[in-house]
């Protein structure tokens, strides 16, 4: 059983940093993709950004490229989503996933394992 839990979200303003992690219990994610997506209130769940399992590949959604970078640390938490220059409408719920496939994929429906979500919100 694979259990992920986020943390490292929270209040930040315009212009803004956070740094969100991921942890996993269960067994080692280490050649898993794993990715972040986020749902804000109304609105369906999003892809943010993605991973492959050997750390080599990334991908995210145009909205954040150049303000956003996912990482990896097998040996510690298994993934990181580094967040810059935040703006109003990157507040959200942010989940992390996880999928037994090396390949990334930008589909929620690609990932089998999720967590519970850490709350960002973005004031101006």
């Known amino acids: 059983q694979v259990q992920l839990v986020e943390s490292g979200g929270g209040l930040v303003q315009t212009g803004g940093s956070l740094r969100l992690s991921c942890a996993a219990s269960g067994r080692t994610l280490s050649g898993w993709a794993m990715a972040w997506f986020r749902q804000a209130p109304g609105k369906e769940r999003e892809f943010v950004a993605a991973?492959?399992?050997?750390?080599?590949?990334?991908y995210s959604t145009d909205s954040v490229k150049g303000r956003f970078t996912i990482s990896r640390d097998n040996a510690k938490n298994p993934i990181y989503l580094q967040m810059n220059s935040l703006k109003p409408e990157d507040t959200a719920v942010y989940y992390c996933?996880?999928?037994?496939?090396?390949?990334?994929?930008?589909?929620?429906?690609?990932?089998?394992?999720w967590g519970q979500g850490t709350q960002v919100t973005v004031s101006s």
């Open positions: 991973i492959d399992g050997g750390g080599h590949k990334t």
């Open positions: 996933a996880a999928r037994n496939w090396v390949v990334a994929g930008t589909s929620s429906s690609a990932y089998n394992y």
